[in-house]
């Protein structure tokens, strides 16, 4: 079979993944933009089903994030049945967000941000994290957190 002029486009993925927090039991896709493609994004989907801690401490980052929380109710990813708990900002200036229908938040490289507690889960939801950076690296590591 001939090889296609943008098959290095086209990402099939595969079934296998590895979430990084045990809560979360079901199969993770991860889109590593650097690893891909040699370009500055990273996205995760996961499906969280069970309330859990999921970044116990507020952390900042030298690149742009996006987290986007939705419904895992594919043919009405409005059906949004959780509880989660987001803090932006440090301090007395620190604001804790309840989000509690399909959300998307901005995180600027240096906005310092956390804990991240998905707090009540009655339906399963989709996470999803976007970073413009070719891997997710979390500062106080320094190395990669999501496969």
């Known amino acids: 079979m001939a090889v296609l002029k943008y098959e290095k486009n086209v990402v099939r993925q595969s079934r296998a993944s590895n979430p990084v927090h045990p809560e979360i039991t079901h199969p993770a896709v991860f889109l590593k933009g650097g690893a891909q493609w040699g370009i500055n994004f990273h996205m995760n989907w996961e499906c969280i089903s069970q309330p859990f801690l999921m970044e116990p401490a507020a952390m900042v980052h030298e690149f742009d994030q996006i987290l986007c929380f939705m419904g895992g109710n594919i043919t009405d990813l409005w059906d949004f049945g959780a509880e989660v708990e987001l803090t932006l900002g440090e301090g007395k200036d ?8 399909p959300t998307t938040v901005w995180v600027p490289r240096g906005l310092k941000h956390g804990p991240l507690f998905f707090k009540k889960i009655d339906k ?3 996470f999803h994290n976007i970073v413009f950076v070719p891997q997710y690296v979390r500062p106080e590591r320094k190395s990669q957190v999501k496969k």
């Open 94 to 101: 620190a604001e804790m967000y309840l989000i509690n229908s």
């Open 124 to 126: 399963p939801i989709m």
